[in-house]
Every structure is written in structure tokens, then in C-alpha cells.
């Protein structure tokens, strides 16, 4: 049994998350932290009956006291990155669905995991349906230079655009070839109505309103055609088997991952 614990506990990703880690066959809960309600059961976090385990306020205690395998982060972007400090400092293995670390943050990740060789995914995304998405666009944008991104989530989401579309353009950006055509409509008679500029030809829409969880469009324009590639996530179980296999890969790993899409395809 992998011991896990939970950090952003009481976060919606992160209830539904150590839930599914509580019901699965190879991991178990041994712990959970959240500043914001410590000394809550989890039990009443998972909606399921009292477990003994009651949530921390300090992940470096936590992680020194409970010896886990594995650190699961789902908390926020200005705090993710001490907590995979903090991991490592204690020797656990971070599994981190946190959006929003930056390109340094990344970079000292991954030098800090290669050093000490300790596993370490971080996964922007773990439905695979939206990692397929990211791989046909990428696909797709060889023969459609042209291409806007258009992502949407609850407005309870902090950081926009979401870390999905940023790994989307990213890739786009690696892959496509010479864009066809001038860009045009630069003139923004309302600031932003055009989205984000990510890179020529290729703006970014985050759009945030109740009632959505988190999907994404990819649209394509070419001579008199357009192609659009969609994935809707349409409840947190989507994320479930991507989590569940990040938890047992990273057992096998000396470095760190950045993506699921380096483990599942
Ligand atoms: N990788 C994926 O597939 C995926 C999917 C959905 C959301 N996310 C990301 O997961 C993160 C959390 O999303 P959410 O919707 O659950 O947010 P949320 O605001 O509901 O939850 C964040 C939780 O983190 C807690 N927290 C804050 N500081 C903390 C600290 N120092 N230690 C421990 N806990 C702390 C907060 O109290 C809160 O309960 C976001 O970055 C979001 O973008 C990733």
C-alpha cells in the first residue's frame, strides 16, 4: 500500500481526490493537510463516516511525523511550491495537480528531484481525454497553423489561463509550421477582447462561469475550413485514473515528470 498524504485537503480537488484515494486497492490516506480546516475530520471532507484522521495545519510536520510515500498537492499557485520543497526535504515523493508553477519554479523541481532521485510528477492535467486533446491539436496544427484557443472553467478557478491551455499552445507552438496569412483584428475597440497573446496567430480565451467545470476548444482555421478539437470535463471523476496511476508511477521514478502524457503515451 502506497501512504499518501493530502495536501489542500478541504479544496474541492482535493476532497474528491483523497476520496478516491481512500476507496482505491493500491494507496491509502494516511494523512491530510489544510490550514483552513484543521482539526476536521476528513471523514466529513469525503461525506463518508469519522476516520480518526484529522486534517493538519503544517505539511513540514505532517510529512515528519506520518511518513508518507507520496505528497498529493491540490492547493494554490503561490503555495504549491514550498509544499514540493517541503516534500522533498522530507523525502516524499510529490504528485502535484496544482496549476500555475512557473518556468524557474519547474526548472529548480526538477534539478532538486535529479539530485536527491526522488520521484516527482506534476501533472497540469490529469484527464486523459484532455492529453489527447493537447497531442491531436499539436497533430492538427501542422497542416493549421492558424489557431485560437478557447478555455472554460468555474469561476471559482484563481489563474487564467489554465495550465491545460498553456501546455496546449506550448505544443502547438513546438509543432506548427509557417502561419498562413496576416494576422488581423489587432485593433481591440474593447482591452482583451481579442483573448491572450500567447504567440503569433495563437491567443488564449479563458472564460469563467458557474455551471461549468472545465472544458477546452482548440479551433483551427484554414482556406474556406475550420477544425475544432473539444474536451469537456464534466465532473472531477474524469480525473480519478490519471491521479491514481501518477500515485503508482511515481514510486518507480529517480526524477522528476512534467505531464502525464510522459507516463501515458
Ligand atoms: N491537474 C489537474 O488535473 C487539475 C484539475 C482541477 C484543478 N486543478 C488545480 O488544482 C488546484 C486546486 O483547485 P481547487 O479547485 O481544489 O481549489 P480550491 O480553492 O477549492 O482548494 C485549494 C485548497 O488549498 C488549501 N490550501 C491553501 N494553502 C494551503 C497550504 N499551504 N497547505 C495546504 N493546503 C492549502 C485551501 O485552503 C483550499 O482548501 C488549482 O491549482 C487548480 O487549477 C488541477
Known sequence: ??????????????????????DSADAKVVGAVDPFAEGVDIGSLMGIDATGILVRGNLKSALTELRPDVMVDFTTPSTVYSNICTAFDANVRPVV?????NEEQLETVKEMAAKSKTGCIIAPNFT??????????????????????????????????????????????????ELTGKETGKLEKIDGVRGGYFDEGLRIHSIRLPGMMAHQEVIFGGLGQTLTIRHDALSRDSYIPGLLLAINKVMELDKMVYGLENIIF
Open 128 to 177: 486523459i481525454g484532455a492529453l489527447l486533446l493537447i497531442k491531436f491539436a499539436a497533430e492538427a496544427s501542422k497542416y493549421f497553423p492558424n489557431v485560437e484557443i478557447i478555455e472554460m472553467h468555474h469561476d471559482g478557478k484563481i489563474d487564467a489561463p489554465s495550465g491545460t491551455a498553456i501546455k496546449t499552445a506550448e505544443m502547438i507552438q513546438k509543432s506548427r509550421k
Open 1 to 22: 500500500m502506497i501512504k499518501v498524504v493530502v495536501s489542500g485537503a478541504a479544496g474541492k480537488m482535493g476532497k474528491e481526490m483523497m476520496k478516491a484515494i481512500w
Open 97 to 101: 495537480g496544482t496549476t500555475g508553477i
